[in-house]
């Protein structure tokens, strides 16, 4: 019997199934993570039990670093997967000022030489245009009024870019034709491959009011933070 049986909620055969995974080779984070135990706590195990860490045979060094890495970025994955999982569902409230956030960054602004009062949001994260949609959902934006178009290099697969904006997007919006970018081949250009989709612009027809909105909210924000920022600490 180990010196440490198991800890309180995890009962003992789920320690010693920790610990011959790990004589196995498995990851820290691996095991932890098929467990559904916390990093933190098989790494104690481990420590606890004397369980040492599987030393590679000479030809296999360099995949034990690669190993190394990717327990690294699955241990890195499942704290940013902790975070995640505190949000919970927003209120309506909270995915207006969201909405006003992300369109403030990265949407077009007014400017006092360009007076503009139109909506036109561009990303290439989905999740990006997934928020701004349910933002123009929640506050009333038909459907009919939203056009959308994709800019992409032209030496990318255009046809299924537009496919995966099309499925990501739905059906009721106008489409426009997609933009084409001349091929950049610096080699700094990292957005290649399969995984590149280009970059979609949203923006709103007759949306005068609604870029009122959001410039109204965001100064809202702003001006709370400010002025909470200014307040004497009690």
């Not at 610990?19 to 135990?37: F, K, N, P, Q, T």
């Not at 369980?51 to 699955?74: F, K």
């Not at 999740?127 to 990318?156: K, N, W």
Request: aromatic letters at 8%; proline letters at 5%; one cysteine or more.
């Amino acid at each position: 019997m180990r010196a440490h049986p198991g800890s309180k909620g995890h009962p003992p055969e789920l320690r010693e199934q920790a610990a011959a995974m790990r004589r196995e080779g498995r990851s820290r984070a691996g095991i932890a993570r098929e467990l559904d135990v916390g990093f933190a706590t098989v790494a104690r195990w481990f420590r606890e039990d004397g369980v040492p860490a599987p030393r590679p045979e000479p030809g296999r060094r360099y995949v034990a670093q690669l190993d190394a890495v990717q327990e690294r970025w699955d241990r890195e994955q499942l704290e940013q997967d902790s975070f995640r999982d505190v949000v919970g569902p927003l209120s309506d409230r909270e995915l207006m000022l969201l909405g006003t956030a992300i369109y403030w960054a990265e949407g077009a602004k007014s400017k006092p030489w360009a007076r503009a009062h139109r909506l036109s949001f561009i990303n290439s994260d989905r999740t990006m245009i997934d928020v701004f949609l349910a933002y123009l959902a929640l506050v009333g934006v038909p459907r009919d009024q939203v056009t959308c178009r994709l800019h992409i290099h032209e030496s990318a697969d255009v046809a299924a870019a537009e496919d995966y904006w099309r499925s990501v997007v739905g059906t009721g919006v106008i489409w426009l034709r997609t933009t084409l970018k001349r091929h950049n081949v610096a080699p700094s250009r990292h957005n290649t491959g399969g995984g590149y989709r280009g970059c979609l612009s949203v923006c709103v027809r007759q949306s005068a009011k609604d870029y009122r909105r959001i410039a109204g909210t965001w100064d809202g924000i702003a001006g709370a933070i400010v002025a909470a920022s200014r307040s004497p600490v009690v």
